[in-house]
């Protein structure tokens, strides 16, 4: 069965550096990825979507490259700040959509 | 723009009754998605309607279904509650579907089952 995995569960990064977030995937072959944002007691927020064919997409502070032969998405935001700290959830696209469980990004002052 | 709404945000239920939560989609959107959010599996595909029309369905059982409106504005509903059924439930507006388009979501509802 499909199967999406974010690298962990918790990540602390100091301010101004840039944090990295895994999203690796087995026994699919999606279309698209997505990359979202979740604040605490809201709904997420669609930050980037990249297509197979892409191998990198880029939005201000954020980058986003998908590897479909390593099965893996990285998501990079440059010079952290605190106001990025949330859970960020990647989703697989193809013939539905999967969501991995999310990685809770805490950027320390 | 509004975005999109749901209500209640919050219930409360006891096992074997049944919950109906209600969402509005963005102005001009079609496709309305539902999702259910719990610590333990993550964010999980419900259904999607559009055009009145379910489209795409996750695997969940058939206690749980749902609806759409000529306005667009859709209804899920769960019978028979289960504690399981516990969770946060989600919904998401977009113009043409979640798959390859920009979805916008609801802050959901809140349901514990008790």
């Known amino acids: 069965s499909q199967k999406i995995e974010q690298n962990s569960e918790a990540l602390n990064i100091q301010e101004g550096k840039t944090a990295t977030l895994t999203c690796n995937y087995t026994?699919?072959?999606?279309?698209?990825l997505q990359w979202y944002r979740q604040d605490p007691g809201r709904g997420p927020v669609f930050l980037l979507l990249?297509?197979?064919?892409?191998k990198e997409k880029r939005k201000e502070r954020l980058k986003v490259t998908f590897d479909t032969t390593l099965k893996q998405s990285l998501f990079h935001i440059t010079a952290s700040q605190p106001a990025d700290s949330a859970t960020y959830l990647c989703?697989?696209?193809?013939?539905?959509?999967?969501f991995g469980k999310g990685t809770r990004l805490h950027i320390l002052p | 723009k509004a975005g999109v709404t749901q209500t209640p945000r919050y219930l409360i239920k006891t096992r074997g009754q049944q919950v109906t939560l209600s969402c509005s989609p963005i102005?001009?959107?079609?496709?309305v998605s539902w999702y259910q959010q719990t610590p333990g599996q993550g964010l999980q595909f419900l259904f999607e309607?559009?055009?009145?029309?379910?489209?795409n369905k996750g695997n969940f059982p058939g206690r749980f279904s749902g609806r759409q409106f000529s306005n667009s504005r859709s209804e899920m509903n769960v019978s028979t509650l289960e504690l399981g059924d516990s969770a946060l439930y989600l919904c998401?507006?977009?113009?043409?579907?979640?798959?390859?388009?920009?979805?916008?979501f609801g802050p959901g509802t809140r349901l514990t089952v008790l």
């Open positions: 989703a697989l696209v193809g013939d539905k959509i999967i």
């Open positions: 990249i297509r197979e064919n892409e």
């Open positions: 026994n699919y072959s999606p279309a698209y």
């Open positions: 309607y559009f055009s009145e029309t379910q489209r």
């Open positions: 998401a507006s977009s113009l043409a579907g979640p798959l390859y388009n920009e979805q916008f």
């Open positions: 102005s001009g959107h079609r496709s």
